[in-house]
């Protein structure tokens, strides 16, 4: 997950710095919550293994996330200088611990054949609760820059492990679906001009939400193959409409003259 780059405007003097109006910032509250994450992703792992007598591809990547989470987390929290990590985070990162324990079946399902149903039940609960972390920040008041970087990668993680799984029964192509998003960062460190706000949009975020239900009902084993190939390629076309869609807004928004109310409006936007 790439939250590493996301904070770089919160310097050590920043709100919460050694010098700021606050004191000097402890950061081990919240870097212990990141622990408490590593720790239940660990314990998901064991009752998976215990489970289904998970092996070593399985442990070693359910690990793998959960180090890379645990660091990643630690730092962007560090940087962010958040005071406390937040009701909403804490059901992120449950989600994070969800995507970990999908990811370990997902990386099993090379070698073996884990259990659909267990598959499943992990990622209609990870995909269900992605619609409750932005309820909780907003109804308690700590929405964060943070928090929204933090539940779109995992959304993002969880769509990519969801292609490489149906991907081994439909082929490659799926894997479209799920490295897109990760192209796109890629791409705006080329262009520029791709990094600017973009407006709200309803559509857009029916279009990523749809992109986690379609490939667990292609994953679920419940239609015939050819089913499922419809379902993932009706997947696919929303996606790159959307995707589309937004980098022509940005591609136009970029080569307009940006003039000084513009130049405003985009700043107080990206704040």
Do not use: C
Not at 52 to 59: L, P
Not at 66 to 72: N, P, R
Not at 81 to 104: D, E, I, K, M, Q
Not at 222 to 229: D, G, T
């Amino acid at each position: 997950m790439a939250l590493n780059n996301t904070y770089d405007a919160y310097d050590t003097d920043g709100a919460y710095g050694a010098d700021g109006a606050y004191g000097a910032f402890d950061a081990r509250p919240v870097q212990q919550e990141t622990a408490v994450g590593a720790g239940a992703q660990i314990l998901l792992l064991a009752l998976l293994g215990t489970a289904i007598g998970m092996g070593t591809a399985g442990w070693l990547t359910g690990l793998a996330f959960a180090f890379a989470t645990w660091a990643v987390l630690s730092r962007a929290l560090h940087r962010s200088r958040l005071p406390s990590f937040g009701p909403a985070n804490r059901v992120t990162l449950g989600r994070a611990t969800l995507v970990g324990g999908v990811t370990a079946l997902v990386a099993e399902s090379f070698s073996g054949a884990p259990p659909v149903s267990l598959l499943v039940g992990l990622t209609a609960v990870a995909l269900i609760l992605d619609g409750v972390d932005g309820k909780v920040a907003r109804r308690t008041g700590t929405s964060s820059a943070l928090g929204a970087r933090f539940d779109m990668e995992v959304d993002a993680f969880l769509i990519l492990v969801l292609s490489v799984y149906v991907a081994l029964d439909l082929g490659p192509w799926v894997l479209l679906i799920g490295g897109m998003r990760y192209v796109f960062v890629a791409a705006a460190r080329v262009w520029p001009w791709l990094t600017a706000p973009l407006p709200p949009s309803t559509a857009r975020k029916t279009v990523a939400a749809l992109q986690g239900v379609l490939l667990l009902l292609a994953g679920a084993d419940l239609l015939p193959r050819v089913a499922n190939a419809g379902v993932v390629a009706l997947a696919l076309g929303l996606l790159v409409w959307s995707f589309g869609r937004d980098v022509l807004w940005l591609w136009r928004t970029s080569r307009q003259p940006r003039t000084p109310a513009r130049a405003a409006v985009r700043e107080l936007v990206a704040q």
